[in-house]
């Protein structure tokens, strides 16, 4: 049963009440009568009326002020009111509208005309009360849909670990709050990339979500942690009193990367390095204490794969002198300060000198000679290495042109090329171009890539190291060994030659069985097919050993540092054509 619609009369004469009853008489409407506005105000609570006649003309509160005192009360303020007027009261009308009636009605009221204005007034208010409706689930549904929102935002999808977001909003509490016990600690994994390009993103997410597991037990009451993005978590730790409390609680976090994950079936070693920052009454915004905590941890990387450093201020200082550098690096760039040295790679068994290796040298009008060293990994993170990469390829080049125009067709110039420049979608037009420009015989020409490069991204490497091979040039391993295990793909690159990198060499003397890893290296390498190149020659022990491997080049300060290219000619001049040898014994270069 649907309830009655309800009109409420206000009048202080009831003879017009029984008039608007009998005109009303044949409709199904519900009808309440108060004789007085006061009355009437006071009764609108348990009436609840669906329209409001009201009275003009009344003794103690008068229709106009009624209306007014009903339009401000929140809960009645919506009820439609209709004005019963005499027409003497005409002038008032103004005012009853100005007070929020919504229509009037004339005295003598006519039954047709207050019907038709009682139904129109009504069919208004179903109206209005539909869209409060719709309104009011739109509202709802709002709601809702901002708290699923707030869910997504605040929690890492991969992990279900808290975002990076949850965590700023518990550190921004924390430091409104002005705690003084809490501790960030921010976490990266090492070599994470090369997990990715190992073993595909399935496998990391996998990995991903193991490594939240292992992390998770390290959380005391109270404390949290957040997957920030990538491979990176960290811990807001709380009731932390100074380092000493809290360096045995790192070592412990550091420690659970100490077993392998079994992921996919796969036992899979990883590390991570940690940097933390300490509450601190200086921090004001969130922001500030995560990035502290992010160079202390971008510090502890630098020491070396599962290291962990605290912040201090002075870190602030070596960033801001990476800043600098990073500007030098820039302007080294326009004015060309970069100059190419070559390093002779020499046939072990014959001194041959069968080829060079082009390595950069930044010289630096202040501080003279700089070593790649100092500028190519922050090169390399800034993408500045693309560039200045390309004008040593094509310096490079340039200088491998000349010693081909002077007859030396069988010497070979290596070239290195970064992760960066590997994995830059413009890298073979731009050797296309340079091969182009320079007119040199591209056979003879070396590109020197890392372990990480073709692991970065194994699918693309094979493609590209292709392309490369297509066009004659060949390809070396470079720094072989020390990157992450690529053996399982090695046979799958067309590469022609295996760098093993220097700490191996020089371990040949120092110990017997560190001096068993060059002997597996340079093995390997020959029963893949590849030549293998001996980097970091620096006696004539080690290069009596390699010769016994039958290890086929090898460079190092035994035969050559890398010299200017001026230094180059004068040797190969003073040599026949094509025929140039470069003994130990006669290190007339170094
Ligand atoms: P790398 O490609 O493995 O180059 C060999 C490094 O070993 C060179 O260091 C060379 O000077 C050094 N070396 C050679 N023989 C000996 C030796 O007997 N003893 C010792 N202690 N060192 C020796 P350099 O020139 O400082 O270059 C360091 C690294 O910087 C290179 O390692 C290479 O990875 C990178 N690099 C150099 N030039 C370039 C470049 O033009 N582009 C890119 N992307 N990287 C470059
Ligand atoms: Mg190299
Ligand atoms: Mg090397």
């Known amino acids: 049963m649907m309830k009655p619609i309800s009109i409420l009369v206000i009048d202080d004469d009831p003879n017009n009440f029984d008039v608007i009853e009998t005109l009303l008489d044949d409709q199904d409407y519900q009808l309440q009568y108060v004789s007085s506005g006061v009355a009437a105000i006071e009764s609108l609570d348990y009436l609840n009326p669906d329209l409001i006649l009201l009275d003009v003309m009344m003794p103690d509160l008068d229709g106009i002020e009624v209306c007014q005192r009903i339009r401000a009360m929140p809960e009645h303020a919506a009820i439609p009111i209709i004005m019963v007027t005499a027409l003497s009261e005409k002038q008032d009308l103004a005012r009853c509208f100005g007070a929020g009636a919504n229509d009037f009605i004339s005295k003598p009221v006519s039954g047709l005309e207050l019907t038709a204005r009682v139904r129109s007034m009504l069919l208004l208010r179903e109206q209005y009360q539909q869209l409060e409706a719709i309104n009011t689930h739109l509202e709802a549904k709002v709601l809702e849909r901002t708290a699923q929102l707030q869910a997504i935002i605040l929690q890492d999808d991969l992990t279900r670990l808290p975002s990076r977001v949850c965590l700023t909003q518990n550190l921004a509490d924390l430091l409104r709050a002005k705690a003084a016990d809490f501790a960030v600690v921010y976490l990266d994994c090492d070599q994470f990339k090369l997990i990715n390009g190992s073993f595909g993103y399935a496998v990391s997410n996998q990995l991903l979500i193991a490594i939240a597991e292992r992390l998770k037990p390290h959380l005391a009451a109270g404390d949290l942690l957040a997957r920030l993005s990538g491979n990176e978590f960290c811990f807001l730790l709380r009731q932390i009193d ?11 976090i550091l420690k659970s990367f100490d077993t392998p994950f079994a992921v996919a079936g796969i036992d899979i070693f990883i590390t991570a390095c ?66 190419v040295y070559y390093q002779p790679i020499v046939r072990l068994k014959t001194f041959a000198l069968v080829g060079l290796e082009a390595l950069v040298r930044w010289q630096h009008p202040e501080r003279g000679l700089i070593a790649p060293g100092e500028f190519i990994p922050l090169m390399e993170t800034t993408g500045l290495v693309v560039p200045v990469g390309l004008l040593i390829l094509r310096q490079a ?57 073709i692991m970065d991204n194994a699918e693309t490497a094979i493609g590209i190291v292709e392309a490369l091979r297509s066009r004659q040039i060949q390809i070396s391993i470079d720094d072989f060994g020390t990157g992450y295990s690529s053996l399982g793909y090695l046979h799958r690159f067309s590469v022609n030659d295996l760098k093993v990198d220097r700490s191996f060499t020089n371990q040949i003397q120092v110990s017997e069985s560190k001096y068993k890893v ?73």
């Open 397 to 453: 080049c340039q200088q491998l042109y000349r010693w081909q125009q002077q007859g030396w067709s069988e010497l070979t110039v290596s070239v290195n090329l970064s992760v960066r420049q590997f994995a830059c979608s413009t890298l073979l037009d731009d050797i296309d171009q340079i091969l182009a420009e320079t007119q040199i015989n591209p056979a003879r020409l070396k590109l020197e890539i890392t372990e990480s490069a």
């Open 518 to 590: 060059v002997d597996t290296i340079v093995t390997l390498g020959q029963q893949l097919g590849l030549t293998v190149t001996a980097e970091g020659i620096e006696t004539e022990p080690q290069l009596r050993r390699l010769q016994q491997l039958n290890c086929e080049l090898g460079q190092g300060y035994l035969f050559s540092k890398p010299l200017p290219a001026a230094d180059i000619d004068t040797h190969l001049q003073s040599n026949p054509v094509n025929n140039a040898l470069l003994k130990p014994a006669g290190m007339t270069l170094a």
């Open 274 to 339: 940690v940097g933390i920052a300490l509450a601190n009454s200086a921090y004001q915004y969130p922001e500030q204490p995560l990035q502290d905590a992010s160079i202390a941890m971008y510090q502890a990387k630098q020491q070396g794969a599962g290291s962990y450093q605290f912040f201090c201020p002075e870190m602030h200082q070596t960033m801001v002198q990476r800043l600098a550098l990073e500007s030098d690096l820039k302007r080294a760039l326009e004015r060309q300060e970069f100059v």
């Open 242 to 252: 100074g380092v000493p409390s809290l360096e045995p609680r790192v070592q412990g």
